[in-house]
């Protein structure tokens, strides 16, 4: 369809309409005893919704009509009765004949498919036109309708809220449909998942040797055991990288907020900040390029054989720096809300700073820093590009940090970016993991969100 | 009772003194350790990139030959890509924030709304390329790795941010501006669109150049819906196959040939610069417009 005319066309007699609504609303002589209801911009935004609004409504039902007629047009063409019958055949022809129809140069080996190729882009050509024609006629018909509507009494004001309030209402919306597409794909996959392989077989196995070009046999579910992504998923997210993002980010909340100067805090603070602006993929370069090297020499050095580059302790690692930030912010603002009144307490009461902090302001905050430390697990559990680049692609079920390990997120990655069919349950396992993936987020989530929730009370 | 100056006394609280600073330096080294971690990056990055960043890397496109690859097809890529996300998510998002916080009643949906954007905000980003891969491209058939894919999967995820953003700007304009619009005959609408909308205006473009600013740095949903394809030369449109910029950097860490370290060096140093003027603007709008009610 000649969409950018069409869009020129439609816009175009907007404007006229909204100028001559407004033009004649201007003249409006003032009724006597009644507030003006509407101001001339109103009563020509009122035309100009009448006039857009309809011919966009045409122009897009258009899109789901118009394939069917191009359909037809070709079917009725002479050179369509030597289509071949078996609709496989006929189908690869077609295809071949509208990609022709769509650019003269694309490679067709079929002669029918030649042939049928400018009856085809006449038959687009008609049909969009047909459509661009349709699409005006309800501009003109609409435009002129919202401008007969335009008289002294007419509440255009009122009107134009209300729209904008349905705009408002779609808008917000908007959040529900893609949480509802989310569950709704990942499980409707997921299903089509375990219709192949027994959940148990995929919650409960150990061993995770995805092969996507394996037939599509019974015992799929003896190679499709996550556990071994769970456990590097857990041991990567969870264990090392908290182990270094908790103490650091604590630590450094409590030395901004209690210890530094407001000048060193208005500079460390965004430069802290920096560390979590990075982008994933440098800090996954930056464990592939400089961190796994460095862990494998020193793995070698205090006597580990066959250290590998890749490594969960170098994920893990640099992941935890990337935290750093996250859980910082989320202590500060857990220690910032406890009451000045509390540790001015224990000041006066003569403890150090120190005591007062690991005495009052911690236990204190301990609720909001907790839900803090959940929602920084949830996020390195949903990384992919630092274990993507540097923790590797050998399910391993070890507690050595020195090994390869992978994560639920890499194998996600792995699985829907390589040569896999769609329909192949191995491939299918990636939907099924992201569903396990989100669950376990959206629990982390809900639970810390309600924490923080009622701590905030608590303290109010 | 014992005196405070017993040697008892001065001995414990000399170990008190010490704790103290013991814990003082605890904080500050943690903080130093950070900044260095950050300083080592930059410098390496800096270190292997800053000779391989000229004219004929920023204009040049993909390419087997490391010496002859440049990012201008993966920047293009990126800019459509971001302009597809803000076309969509910055009307989306400010919308959403005014209804919530200006016109929403208190029922279940509303909560509903609520619970779905706090939760949407914390969702793996992996997720939405999933939610990418099985909607818009097996169900609505768009053409895969195309900025048109890939910004509106993004959309989707900065979404949620300029909400959060857009609400607490929203919350913070005193409510005796909206009284004094509603006095003076102002309809509800107009009172939020005249009034409100132009002062939390500020909050709302620094919420929203944040999320962009993710969105921006973004690979793994862009992964999902197949954006790593060899790109040669720039995308002519939103429909045209691409690459983005974190994605250029992801593939050309792939490969073997020793003279792509330099590249991917160079291309950080490009990202980040953007990321950091981006980050910048933001806390220059925050300083500046930021109003003390």
Sequence with gaps: MPITFLLICVIGLGVIAWAMSRARSAHFAPVAGKLKLALPGHYGLYAAIWTVVPALLVAWLWTFISPGLVHGAILAD??????????????????????????????????????????????????????????????????????????????????????????????????????????????????????????????????????????????????????????????????????????????????????????????????????????????????????????????????????????????????????????????????????????????????????????????????????????????????????????????????????????????????????????????????????????????????????????????? | MSNWQSPEATARLKKRYAAERRFKALGLIAIVLSMTFLAVLLFTMLKNGISGLDWAFLSGSDSTDPANAGVWSAVKGSILTMLVTLALAFPMGVLAAIYLEEFAPRSRWVDWVEVSINNLAAVPSIIFGLLGLAVFIQVMHLPRSSPLVGGMTLALMTMPVIVIAGRNAIKAVPPSIRDAALAVGASKVQTVFHHVLPLALPGILTGTIIGMARALGETAPLLMIGMRAFVSTPPGGVTDPSSVLPMQIFLWSDEVDQGFVQNTSAAIIVLLFVLIAMNGVAIYLRNKFETRW
Excluded: C
């Design chain 1, 78 to 460: 002479p050179a369509a009765a030597s289509l071949p019958a078996f609709d496989f055949e006929r189908d690869t022809v077609l295809n071949e004949a509208f990609a022709l129809a769509q650019n003269p140069d694309a490679f067709a080996s079929n002669p029918i498919a030649q042939q049928l190729a400018p009856v085809i882009a006449a038959a687009q050509s008609k049909f969009g036109w047909m459509g661009a024609a349709l699409s005006l006629i309800a501009a003109l018909a609409g435009g002129s309708f919202g401008y007969t509507r335009v008289k002294a009494g007419f509440p255009a004001r009122t009107r134009i809220e209300r729209i904008v309030l349905v705009a408002l209402l779609v808008a917000s919306f908007v959040a529900i449909i893609t949480t509802v597409g989310i569950i709704a794909s990942l499980i409707f996959e997921s299903a089509r998942f375990f219709s192949m392989v027994s959940p148990i077989d995929f919650l409960f196995g150990t061993n995770w040797t995805p092969d996507t070009m394996a037939s599509a046999t019974s015992d799929m579910g003896d190679d499709l055991g996550a556990v071994p992504l769970f456990w590097g998923t857990f041991f990567i997210g969870a264990i090392i990288a908290m182990l270094v993002a908790i103490p650091f980010g604590l630590m450094s909340a409590i030395y901004l907020t209690q210890y530094a100067s407001p000048r060193a805090r208005s500079i460390l603070k965004p430069m802290l900040e920096i560390l979590a602006g990075i982008p994933t993929v440098v800090y996954g370069y930056f464990a592939a390029l400089t961190a796994a090297p460095f862990i494998r020499d020193l793995a070698t050095a205090i006597g580990i054989t066959n250290a590998s580059t890749e490594s969960a302790l170098a994920a893990g690692l640099v992941m935890g720096v990337m935290i750093i930030p996250f859980v910082s912010s989320m202590a500060d603002d857990s220690i910032a809300a406890v009451p000045q009144a509390m540790r001015d307490g224990s000041l006066a009461m003569g403890a150090t700073t120190s005591e007062t902090i690991k005495k009052v302001l911690i236990p204190a905050a301990l609720p909001g820093i907790v839900a803090g430390v959940m929602l920084a697990i949830s996020r390195a559990i949903g990384e992919t590009m630092i274990v993507y680049m540097a923790a590797g692609a050998s399910a391993n079920l070890s507690a050595n940090p020195f090994e390869r390990m992978t994560t639920v997120t890499y194998q996600i990655a792995a699985l829907l970016t390589g040569e896999g069919s769609f329909d192949h349950p191995t491939t299918l396992s990636a939907f099924a993991l992201g569903l396990v993936l989100f669950t376990v987020t959206l629990i982390l989530n809900i639970i810390a969100l309600r924490v923080v929730k009622r701590f905030r009370e608590a303290y109010e």
